[in-house]
């Protein structure tokens, strides 16, 4: 098996080119040009101000989890533990309660979730069969100082919440993905 | 005689030059640098902002303005205060410690003689033959620190030592990539004092002297009656090599292989924290001011304005001056025509760094042996030729 060998030639460089003198003030040329033109105008610039200006995020972000409450103002969760059981990073504890109303049994006395553990997943909001936990607010977690800060309870992650007009059992299941 | 040339009052002003030139000149604008020039200046290359979140909230009606981000620099030095100080294990605590001051004292040290003006005249002024001649008054030195007739030769001796502070704080790190750093330092720096030197030789056989205040003022003729005979006029090859001599000594991109930065972390500083870091780099802003004053002082004219003279504008050869000003508002004509080169040169080196990709190694030693000192040597014979023949 023979081996072809190509002779490939070295281009020619003159003395000028090889100087480097003209590369040098091309190169020159460019790089002032985009400065004086960063100078005066801000055309080119494409840095935004955060936070005071913020990109779009898209339509099915996850963000800050939010519970969602009935036509009545409680909340619609039922305390059936599918999404603290599914969450892969154990971040929500639930502490449920007997519900005077005969059918709604339970109720989440307390309800709290730890946003520094929370993976961003969606599978509570997929699990959970009552439209009550929802990741659509749009909000990402904000650092924070302190780590006690990042655990919402019950009355935070209702703040952010909405009413939901979703039926158990099937009729009206509501806006999956929706801000209100 | 010894008395009254040495008084208490002569070293008073001595000092109060001193804290002028270097506290108010050389130190705030190396330490601004790093942030106009290497931070601002870099983002508008780049197509970005830079940084622009420091407010100097304490004091009242600047509390909201970003003003150009300056206050980033104050917010780093004290940032740099109460950092950690790392020693590594292993390495010699008192190079180690060392290595920063010995960076930065020939960074200062070396302004002791750059003219910022012409010498003071208390008498009246007479322009002849381009020079100012002071009638009935004394010559002060008022504008630079030291008035060596030696003073280039000061600033090679000073710069060389330079080599110093970038290899021992390579070597006292005790880490492989401080000290590859450091090597590459020592070799690039040595090598680029040669063609530095010699690059000079020509501007030294033309002007005859190395007081660089007198070289400034020799600076001052027209050639043909109307083109000011600056360093880069009847010098042009030295101008290059001493810039680009003067760059690889800074170790400033395109010659900065020994930091590294992407391929060896940070080259001869790596294992420098806080204050020893900041020093550092402080010396390395100074010398880049530096390479700026000097690069002015010899090839662009110093402080010279062209066609300006003790007594005003002369356009042409008459004793009279055409435009006269009073003798203060050509003192700061001529400070601010310094400073305007100055940055003019700064600004260049620093554009230079993100224009020219880095150096390979053997291109850098290529570069300095095999075609600086060469062109260099060729240089000075040319000029001593032509010196001597005209």
Not at chain 1, 121 to 134: F, H, K, M, Q, Y
Not at chain 2, 130 to 141: A, H, P, S
Not at chain 2, 199 to 207: K, N, R, T
Not at chain 2, 211 to 225: D, S
Request: hydrophobic residues 50%; proline residues 5%.
């Amino acid at each position: 098996m023979a081996v072809t060998v190509r002779q490939v030639e070295r281009p020619q460089r003159s003395l000028w080119v090889q100087s480097y003198v003209p590369e040098v003030v091309r190169g020159l040329s460019i790089t002032s040009k985009q400065f004086f033109r960063n100078l005066f105008t801000k055309k080119d610039v494409v840095t935004i101000q955060y936070p005071e200006v913020q990109r779009d995020y898209p339509e099915r972000y996850r963000g800050i989890h939010r519970l969602m409450y009935r036509e009545d103002g409680q909340v619609r969760c039922v305390a059936c533990m599918c999404c603290s059981t599914v969450c892969p990073a154990n971040c929500i504890h639930i502490v449920a309660a007997e519900h005077d109303d005969p059918s709604i049994e339970k109720y989440p006395a307390s309800f709290v979730i730890d946003e520094l553990r929370c993976i961003v997943c969606g599978l509570c909001v997929e699990a959970c069969p009552c439209d009550a936990i929802r990741m659509d607010s749009g909000i990402h977690a904000h650092p924070f100082y302190e780590r006690d800060q990042a655990f919402f309870d019950k009355n935070a992650l209702l703040e952010l919440g909405g009413p939901s007009i979703a039926v158990q059992g099937g009729q009206n299941k509501g806006h999956h993905g929706s801000h209100h | 005689m010894i008395e009254s040339l040495y008084s208490n009052a002569h070293w008073a002003f001595i000092l109060l030059k001193i804290v002028v030139v270097v506290l108010a000149f050389a130190m705030p604008i190396g330490s601004l640098m790093t942030l106009l020039g290497d931070r601002k200046q870099s983002s508008m290359i780049q197509n970005r902002v830079g940084p622009n979140r420091a407010r100097l909230s304490i004091i009242p009606g600047l509390g909201k303005l970003p003003l150009v981000g300056i206050p980033h620099f104050l917010a780093d030095g004290l940032k740099m205060i109460f950092k950690e100080d790392v020693i590594p294990d292993g390495a010699n605590r008192f190079w180690h410690n060392m290595a920063p001051a010995l960076a930065l004292f020939p960074a200062i040290v070396v302004w002791a003689v750059i003219p910022f003006a012409d010498m003071y005249c208390t008498g009246t002024i007479v322009v002849q033959n381009y020079r100012d001649i002071c009638m009935d008054g004394e010559v002060r030195n008022y504008f630079s620190i030291a008035n060596l007739d030696a003073g280039l030769l000061y600033v090679f001796a000073i710069s060389s030592v330079s080599v110093y502070g970038a290899a021992i704080a390579g070597w006292a790190s005790n880490a492989k990539y401080s000290l590859l750093g450091g090597l590459r330092s020592t070799a690039q720096m040595i090598s680029y004092d040669v063609s530095m030197g010699l690059s000079l030789a020509g501007a030294l056989v033309i002007y005859g002297t190395l007081n660089l205040n007198e070289m400034v003022v020799a600076q001052g003729r027209l050639l043909w009656g109307w083109l000011p005979m600056w360093g880069i006029i009847i010098q042009p090859l030295a101008f290059f090599i001493f810039l680009a001599a003067m760059m690889a000594e800074t170790k400033r991109a395109p010659f900065d292989l020994p930091e590294g930065e992407s391929e060896i972390v940070a080259g001869y500083f790596t294992e420098f924290s806080s204050m020893k870091f900041a020093v550092i780099q402080l010396s390395e802003y100074v010398a880049t001011v530096f390479v700026g004053a000097l690069v002015a002082t010899i090839f662009l004219g110093g402080w010279q304005v062209p066609f300006l003279y003790g007594d005003g504008f002369h356009f042409g050869d008459s004793p009279e001056p055409h435009i006269p000003l009073p003798y203060w508002l050509v003192i700061v004509l001529r400070i601010g025509s310094f400073s305007i080169k100055t940055l003019f040169i700064l600004w260049l080196q620093f554009m230079l760094r993100w224009t020219l990709p880095r150096f390979r190694y053997d291109q850098v030693m290529n570069l300095g042996w095999k075609i600086f000192l060469p062109l260099s040597i060729a240089n000075l014979i040319v000029t001593a030729l032509i010196v001597t023949l005209l």
